[in-house]
């Protein structure tokens, strides 16, 4: 095939771009996962085993992000420590209809804030206070990794 019978293109994009704004929140959630199963007491990763993680080479992240005007959505599936799961009064982790814990998403929201203010977006259609962040994260299947 001589060049003349293709087009070649590529695309790079700047500080600011959405896709940038995205890999920083998504960065900023792998390292919310990492700094608290750091947190996890021995006592706790006893009481959690069937359900969260406590060592850190068994998390799990993967996640996309997306953003537009003054919204951002965090989906995927993950394997996380007990901190960032929903527990009923007793401390048990809820489970869903599939028996997956049922994700947690205020430290989830407030990391995409963390890494929305740190860009610097303080503005009418993106500031990191209004913004309206939809987690859609659920546990990840045991079958998998």
């Not at 993967?62 to 420590?81: D, F, H, S």
Request: aromatic share 6%; net charge positive; with cysteine.
């Amino acid at each position: 095939m001589s060049r003349k019978d293709y087009l070649f293109t590529s695309e790079s994009v700047s500080e600011g771009h959405p896709d940038k704004v995205c890999d920083r929140i998504s960065d900023e959630i792998v390292d919310l996962v990492y700094r608290e199963v750091r947190k996890v007491k021995p006592e706790d990763a006893k009481r959690y085993a069937k359900v969260a993680v406590s060592d850190p080479w068994k998390v799990r992240v993967a996640c996309e992000t997306l953003a537009t005007t003054n919204r951002v959505v965090i989906a995927g599936e993950v394997r996380v420590p007990h901190t960032l799961l929903k527990k009923d009064k007793e401390g048990n982790v809820l489970l869903d209809k599939a028996g997956q814990p049922v994700i947690n998403p205020s430290k989830f929201k407030s990391a995409a804030r963390k890494a929305i203010k740190a860009i610097g977006y303080e503005q009418a259609g993106f500031h990191w206070k209004t913004a309206k962040i939809d987690v859609l994260l659920h546990g990840q299947s045991p079958d998998i990794g």
